[in-house]
């Protein structure tokens, strides 16, 4: 990976661990993440007029492609909430970055047929599956099967799902978008304002008429406001690091840096309890993310 893909993916990773905590401490509800949303994507709306000429002339198989992705955006944001009710930052959230990286590879080898990554790359990814197994647990000697399959966990494994759904998706429709003659910022800056539209699209009816949930009561505004400007920009960076890699998977992996700073930030400003086995977890993880982005 470039230099730059790296440093993308770094501050990535830090607004992505920084909204988790908003979303956490602020409201654990689907309506937030669609206020979230519809607020960021207004603030950044200017990035799609400013490219929407070229925009509006992408072929069918490109509209295809955002309108899944808005679903699996919808899905991830969704199962994060719900999750969220049930378990605690330092959690959820690490298990929610880390099971994407022993998806999407699976999902790349099925699309593509075949797969870049080497030895050193599926060691680290294998390391940081390990690692996540460790998160559930407050003590060794406790360990049971049970302990993966509480609601928080299930919530987890639908947000980690579609997390590698919307990233092999969102691959295939930048793809077209460099195919088209656009840069990697316009592709991406134009992108996440339409993913955003898109999500809302499946968003709105699931929160009117699958949770039975309101939308006039708007959460609170200033908290609203920075977690949607912070939801569009991590992933801005994250579509612009997509265009300089060979692979989605790497970008995936990589992202995971933001495991150790969401339990950081769970441990300082939640006041969450980390057992030895989540910090020996976290360890493992840690090696894996080394040896994926080296």
Not at 19 to 43: D, S
Not at 92 to 117: D, E, K, N, T, W
Not at 253 to 262: C, D, H, K, T
Request: charged share 10%.
């Amino acid at each position: 990976m470039t230099p730059a893909a790296i440093g993308l993916i770094l501050v990535s990773a830090l607004l992505h661990a920084c909204w988790n905590l908003i979303g956490k401490r602020t409201a654990q509800t689907v309506r937030f993440y669609a206020w979230a949303m519809g607020l960021g994507m207004l603030l950044f709306s200017p990035l799609l007029v400013w490219e929407w000429s070229r925009v509006s002339a992408l072929p069918v198989t490109f509209w295809g492609l955002l309108l899944a992705s808005g679903l699996c955006q919808t899905l991830y944001l969704t199962g994060l909430a719900k999750a969220y009710t049930h378990g605690n930052l330092n959690i959820v959230y690490p298990l929610a970055r880390a099971l994407p990286v022993l998806i999407v590879p699976l999902v790349v080898l099925g699309v593509y047929g075949q797969s870049q990554l080497g030895t050193e790359d599926l060691l680290g990814m294998g390391l940081i599956i390990l690692g996540s197994l460790a998160l559930p647990l407050a003590h060794w000697r406790d360990w049971h099967w049970r302990d993966y399959c509480t609601p928080a966990i299930r919530w987890v494994l639908l947000a980690a799902c579609a997390t590698a759904g919307y990233s092999v998706l969102d691959s295939l429709a930048l793809l077209i978008m460099k195919q088209q003659g656009m840069s990697a910022f316009a592709a991406g800056s134009s992108f996440v304002v339409l993913q955003a539209a898109a999500c809302l699209v499946w968003m709105l009816p699931l929160i009117r008429w699958g949770f039975g949930e309101s939308l006039r009561a708007l959460p609170d505004l200033g908290w609203t406001l920075l977690a949607g400007s912070f939801i569009i920009g991590t992933y801005l960076l994250i579509l612009v690091s997509m265009t300089m890699v060979s692979e989605v998977s790497y970008v995936v992996a990589l992202r995971q840096v933001s495991i150790p700073l969401g339990v950081v930030i769970g441990v300082l400003w939640l006041q969450e309890h980390v057992s030895l086995p989540r910090l020996q977890g976290l360890a493992v993880m840690l090696v894996g993310l080394l040896l994926v982005s080296l």
